[in-house]
């Protein structure tokens, strides 16, 4: 049942996400769009629920029980942070929105990385607290090997995006030539369309992206 509710969250997630963006700039109904893309950590709440209530009736904590911490953990660092960047590009090609910046080059690549490193860094946080809770909740009971184990696992993906990150920093990608004149000409154009957009002042606020 948990792998199941695991994979209708991440279906659900995806359902609400595009609803949320059609409702927003398809049928000009941004007030609706946002209350449904607000809807999104109802999802990682009720597979939190389930997953204590399954414990809590006897199940052997496994596999299954670790997947749904680290998926909460990775909902909690990366799920707003999903929708605010699609977000953004739905407004461009939407609704002539800016266009959002990408993740650069050189030092502002190298920052980029590390602030995902960053939101990694929390998602497995996250996911060993929840399993330290499950296993203080177990106790003597029963086997928690598994748990500890994802909370092992948790840490080496930390570990391996760290290196990633730092790999940028050592060996920042460079910008090819006439990149960064033309990023600057797609700001300023950005500017314009923003400030031509800018009359929709009933439009909740969704913040964009820092990519």
């Known amino acids: 049942m948990i792998v199941a509710l695991i994979i209708a969250c991440e ?18 109904m941004p007030r609706l769009g946002a209350a449904v893309l607000l809807c999104e950590p109802l999802m990682e ?56 910046p990408g993740a650069g080059y050189g030092r502002a690549r190298a920052v980029h990385e590390w602030k995902l490193w ?3 860094l929390l998602a497995a946080a996250v996911g060993i607290g929840l399993l330290q809770a499950a296993i203080w909740y177990v106790g003597d009971a029963g086997d928690i090997s598994s748990l500890r184990g994802w909370q092992a696992a948790a840490l080496r993906v930390a570990g391996i995006h760290a290196l990633v ?10 910008a090819p030539k006439g990149a960064e004149g033309a990023g600057a000409a797609e700001a300023a154009k950005g500017t314009e369309g923003a400030a031509g957009a800018g009359g929709a002042g009933d439009e909740p606020a969704l913040s964009r992206p820092g990519r």
């Open 11 to 28: 279906i659900g997630f995806w359902v609400l996400l595009v609803a949320g963006l059609a409702l927003r700039y398809l049928a000009k």
């Open 45 to 100: 709440l009720v597979l939190l629920v389930v997953t204590t209530i399954d414990l809590r009736n006897g199940a052997q904590p496994d596999w299954k029980h670790g997947v749904a911490a680290l998926y909460v953990g990775y909902t909690v660092a990366y799920g707003h942070y999903t929708v605010k960047w699609l977000d953004g590009h739905a407004a461009h090609r939407l609704a002539g929105g800016p266009k959002p």
């Open 118 to 120: 960053l939101r990694t």
């Open 165 to 174: 990150a730092l790999g940028y920093t050592v060996w920042p990608p460079k």
